[in-house]
């Protein structure tokens, strides 16, 4: 894996593409909306949108048309905290507590199978279940990164990826200190990839020694690259790091002064109003995860209080293990109810809010609010098109509610990323599913023996 | 509209038709689950399941063969408590507080606009979308009941209606006792229907008076109907119930007398310990609606204490205005993770759970348990099929949280209503959907505009 594969030498950067009279929303600065416009996207950058004249299209020639008729067409989805190649554990181990959960399941079958090669399948089911559901940007941690680095390119996606540090051996590294060569390593060959950009990624500040968690920062400042860690996600660890440090998480870390604006901590849903006041002023960003917090019964983020703070907050879906799809459309509709239900008030996180989190404000999270995030003259042209010739895309009084209480994933038609096409008609372009299906039944077939077995090693109960 | 309407005598109840091959989650009362095995459906009932030999399939001659390769067979899903015809509104109020929702949005705009023309659009509309989600029973309370009836029944689904009744004057009948006329007539036109029933619906206890609420009551024991009802949704009806009757919602019905194993509350959000012994006591059965609950803020109907007390309890989605689907894929969703969450117990509401409640749960609280719910020899055929070739499908390691937490409605590919297709590859068979789309929208645009018009009479701020 070097440099050398990177596919987009494919990219004709003269190619034009035209979406024709669809319904655009284009989650810019002023929330323009058109019932019947069209985007010109030329190359990789969009170059114009909106109710555009048979006269402004004709001077693009040569373009390719889709007809946008009973279509709606938006920026793609950014999933702000995920862990794809988990795929391979979606439902291995569902319904019990975070603890038992992670401690008695997750990690010891994450130590046999996560292999190069799973991660590999993992990420290709991962990658078609995004586009499938209009993720365009995915912010990941995990092992074997250059595999999934691989194949998010390959398949034509965009990502930001992080090798995860953690205190114990982990499947590609037998320290910290050699995962975080790994990430260097990272760092230097997937330097100036378009698409793809690599950060720093520590598990959470529980299950690394604060040297390592300072070791890491240092090397993420290096490089300028984003800081990437589970912060405050469950009451435990909230409580645990009051009683070991006489700190809260977010105050812990601040006091190892690795905050700042590009930190990006995933859940923070146990925060105090200090933390709040720290994450304000050091600029970090949460990645919420309203799905997983629910199903683990960890607790609910503060999202109306970080976004009155003025905090980059983006959406997630964690990994399959505990959500258990990559469906950003899911995880928008629960996070605009569940906040309504947890402040008591049904006007908290409005549709229009949700989706501005979900696409543009991902992309402040990431740093990438200049190049992603709305369709806009000048931006990437990272596009979704959903089919809205459906019984439940019907009537359209407005287009944030019916995005974020009624559509869904399934809804997504067309995707194209960085101005080409990664799935059309629901037919990727780029992606080879050959036998995946058949490969990941098999890896699950190993994946339900191997337990059984350590269940009856440590004398656990098993699960059907 | 009358008897002869019904349009099953087109079923050919020599007619087999035999899915071989598949998946199949019987929801039996052992749960069986076959990973490869046969169902077949004579008539309109099923009378074989499990793993069928080919000699055992071969006594059926003349069957149609479905290859269930790929495919996951399961019981059609029974949503207890909606109000189909509001399709029409989805979208058109949200993110407002309850109150102010209903009395300022939902009532003014459904006393000008809920004419039967309008109520058979909406429904065909809500008909389309709940086959497409795999939903083949609603309990349902409208206004225009004859009209609902009549597009259920030709589409093929299965329904128990019921009309609305209300203490000021509904959109077609000038008081409580036209409505209770109404609801007896309908009592007598499609008694003995096979698919079509009819139940008695009050409002709530809050817009009815007590006289009203009795009277519905003697005429649901006189035909032997289930009475439906909304009860105990916010913590304001609650607490005006005690202050006003000195009663809680349900305590004060207890005392009218008409609570029994015949009576539906919808909701059941706000219940004291007393309440839910009563509720107990009487076999009354809750409908709980986790989507709207969070909507509009309302609060958690105490699921997991009504479980524990032996209380039927079936999911539903609530009308459309406040949800804003009919997908009972992403109700059973949110049912499990949002008790978890308030539970504070990850292990609380497991996958298998939700899928009970929302087949033979529902049908228990229907009291067809005997009829649908599962997929039993005996019973009458109401069976989904799902496309499992789909990168959120997989892998396989237990159904119910496959069903419960990665599947969508949008996976649903084929519905069989009483041994009838009522929907083969996401195509309808019976449901004639011609011009749907735009007769919809132009009834959102007449509501837009009688909006802007009533917002400007009562100098309310106009929502976008």
Chains 1, 2 share one sequence.
Not at 24 to 39: A, H, N, P, Q, V
Not at 111 to 122: D, L, P, Q
Not at 253 to 265: A, F, H, P, R, S
Request: glycine fraction near 6%; charge should be negative.
């Amino acid at each position: 894996m070097t440099v050398s594969s990177f596919n987009n030498k494919e990219v004709d950067h003269k190619k034009t593409i035209i979406i024709k009279d669809a319904m655009i929303l284009t989650m810019d600065r002023d929330f323009s909306y058109f019932e019947k416009g069209s985007l010109v996207i030329k190359g990789n950058i969009i170059v114009a949108v909106g109710e555009l004249s048979e006269d402004e299209l004709s001077v693009y020639k040569d373009a390719r048309i889709i007809d946008g008729n009973g279509k709606l067409v938006m920026p793609g989805l950014i999933n702000t905290h995920t862990h794809v190649p988990m795929t391979i554990f979606r439902g291995y181990a569902d319904d019990l507590p975070l603890h038992e959960w992670l401690y008695e399941y997750i990690f010891p079958i994450e130590s046999k199978f996560i292999t190069a090669e799973n991660v590999r399948i993992g990420t290709k089911l991962a990658v078609a279940e995004m586009l499938r559901s209009g993720t365009t940007t995915f912010n990941d941690m995990y092992y074997y990164v250059d595999e999934i680095a691989a194949i998010a390119d390959a398949a034509g996606m965009r990502a930001v990826l992080s090798e995860g540090v953690i205190d114990f051996p982990a499947p590609n590294s037998p320290s910290p200190k050699a995962g975080l060569q790994l990430s260097e390593d990272l760092l230097k060959r997937w330097a100036g990839h378009p698409r793809i950009s690599i950060a720093i990624a520590v598990h959470a500040p529980y299950s690394s020694s604060a040297k390592n968690i300072v070791a890491a920062k240092a090397l993420a400042k290096k490089y300028n690259a984003h800081f990437h860690m589970h912060v405050a996600e469950t009451r435990k660890e909230y409580d645990e790091s009051l009683a070991k440090t006489g700190f809260t998480p977010v105050a812990y870390l601040d006091n190892l002064g690795v905050l700042d604006e590009k930190m990006i901590i995933a859940h923070g849903v146990h925060l105090s109003a200090e933390d709040i006041d720290i994450l304000t002023q050091r600029g970090v960003s949460v990645a919420h995860n309203p799905e997983c917090n629910m199903k683990l019964a960890s607790g609910v983020a503060p999202v109306p209080e970080l976004l009155k703070a003025g905090i980059k907050v983006g959406i997630g879906t964690d990994g399959v293990a505990s959500n258990n799809n990559l469906d950003l459309f899911e995880a928008m509709n629960t996070a605009a109810i569940l906040h309504k239900l947890n402040s008591n008030d049904p006007t908290v996180l409005d549709a229009q809010t949700v989706v501005e989190i979900a696409t543009i404000g991902g992309a402040r999270l990431l740093g990438m609010e200049n190049e992603i995030g709305s369709l806009e003259p000048g931006k990437k042209a990272d596009v979704i098109i959903l089919d809205m010739l459906q019984p439940h895309a019907h009537p359209v009084y407005n287009i944030y509610s019916l995005l974020v209480y009624s559509l869904r994933g399934s809804d997504v038609e067309t995707v194209i990323i960085d101005g080409k096409i990664a799935m059309e008609n629901r037919k990727f372009t780029h992606l080879d599913e050959d036998g995946i299906y058949a490969k990941v039944e098999q890896i699950a077939i190993q994946i339900r023996e191997k337990s059984i077995e350590m269940a009856e090693i440590i004398g656990r109960k098993i699960k059907d």
